[in-house]
Each structure stands twice: as C-alpha cells, then as structure tokens.
C-alpha cells in the first residue's frame, strides 16, 4: 500500500512577515507585533487623535483582529479604529505569529 503526502497550502493566510519589514498598520494579520515608525497624514486631527490614544513613532502596537475596523492593543489599551485610519501608520514588524 502507497501513501502520498500531500500538502496544502492555505492561500488566505496572509505570508509570515519577517523582523524590520516596513509596511502600514492596515496590512498587519492578528497576532503581528509592530513599531510605529511614522504617522503619514494631511489631517492635523487624524495625527493629533492617533497621539492622543499613544501612536507615535517608537509606540510598540499588537495586532488583535485584522479587518475593518482593525482591533489593536497598545501597552494595556485595546481599541479598534478604521483600516483607512490604520493605513495612516506606518510601522515596522517585530513579530509575527508562526503559521500552523
């Protein structure tokens, strides 16, 4: 008897990022752990807010919930705020969750 081992590949799952890769805050999967590098915006209001809850270059911001609205967590904060919103931040991957 002849068994092959087929693997799968999960296409929905987003491709495991690596340490010091840059891209916005709206990209990032659950489970993803990121520096906010910069806040990229024109409104003086949209930066001021995202300040005011603790986003600023050097923040360290965890990924709960990808989608729109994406669910954050900052030091002992969790909040959502829109994905156009998040695609204002952009930051720097230090973790990732390893695929299963």
């Not at 929905?12 to 910069?38: F, S």
């Not at 609205?69 to 952009?90: G, Y």
Request: proline share 6%.
């Amino acid at each position: 008897m002849r068994i092959d081992i087929v693997i799968i590949y999960d296409t929905i799952r987003p491709i495991p990022k690596t340490g010091n890769e840059r891209m916005n805050l709206g990209n990032l999967a659950a489970g993803d752990v990121a520096i906010v590098v910069k806040v990229r915006s024109q409104s003086a209001a949209l930066v001021d807010q995202l300040a005011a809850r603790g986003i600023h270059p050097g923040a360290q911001i965890s990924v709960l919930r990808h989608g729109d609205p994406i669910a954050v967590a900052l030091e002992e904060t969790r909040w959502a705020m829109s994905k156009e919103h998040a695609d204002h931040i952009e930051v720097s991957v230090i973790e990732a969750p390893c695929p299963t």
